[in-house]
């Protein structure tokens, strides 16, 4: 089993930036990919930011150019710096760690950008 916790979120005036950071812990040691996901109000889960323990790192296109996604193995923690926040980026964001097929969530941390 692994636990995530989420840090970071908050109120931000569009334009400016927030750092998310997911510290996991328990079974660490075969983590294979962490992320971040974002839910906003009435809409589904979707992917933000995805690193691969083996392969490529993927935005959202909506995304690209503003966020940077960043991973310490020796910490077991991925970081989601968003810089350039518009209030569409407005969400509840998760992060997320996959262990073979499975995966695990954090709580969820509230992201909202003020026009």
């Known amino acids: 089993q692994v636990q995530l916790v989420e840090s970071g979120g908050g109120l931000v005036q569009a334009g400016g930036s927030l750092r998310l950071s997911c510290t996991a812990s328990?079974?660490?040691?075969?983590?294979?990919?962490m992320g971040w996901f974002l839910q906003a109000p009435g809409k589904q889960r979707e992917l933000v930011a995805y690193?691969?323990?083996?392969?490529?790192?993927n935005y959202a296109d909506s995304v690209k150019g503003r966020f940077t996604i960043s991973r310490d193995n020796d910490k077991n923690t991925v970081t989601l710096q968003m810089n350039s926040l518009k209030p569409e980026d407005t969400a509840v964001y998760y992060c997320?760690?996959?262990?073979?097929?499975?995966?695990?969530w954090g709580q969820g941390t509230q992201v909202i950008v003020s026009s």
């Open positions: 997320n760690v996959r262990i073979g097929f499975k995966d695990f």
């Open positions: 690193h691969r323990l083996i392969g490529p790192t």
């Open positions: 328990g079974s660490t040691f075969s983590i294979n990919n």
